[in-house]
């Protein structure tokens, strides 16, 4: 069961994950796309937050603490394609 978050407009952490141009974008069969975008700890398996990239295949999550690592995983809003999961990913420190 999934506990859901009430955002405050402030997440409490100091970094970011992005799925950015020219390596990090979501892609569907080789082309940019919108996908759902999932991120967990990677030691737990907790569910941290989804958001859905934007036609472009861009996301962001903000407000992570640095020193987690965490698994983010795509999934296809058509299921025509198998989840892609990138693991042992570490949040960006702000600047």
């Not at 009430?6 to 952490?13: A, L, N, Q, S, V």
């Not at 903000?62 to 990913?89: K, P, S």
Request: no cysteine.
């Amino acid at each position: 069961m999934l506990i859901p978050i009430i955002f405050t407009g402030r997440w409490p952490g100091y970094g970011y994950i992005a799925g950015e141009a020219p390596d990090g974008l979501v892609t569907i069969n080789s082309a940019p796309g919108v996908a759902i975008v999932d991120l967990f700890v990677r030691s737990t398996r907790a569910w941290v937050r989804s958001t859905r990239s934007t036609a472009t295949g861009t996301y962001r999550f903000d407000g992570l603490e640095v020193a987690v690592v965490y698994d983010v995983v795509g999934r296809d809003l058509t299921q025509t394609y198998n989840d892609v999961i990138v693991a042992r990913v570490t949040p960006v420190e702000y600047t």
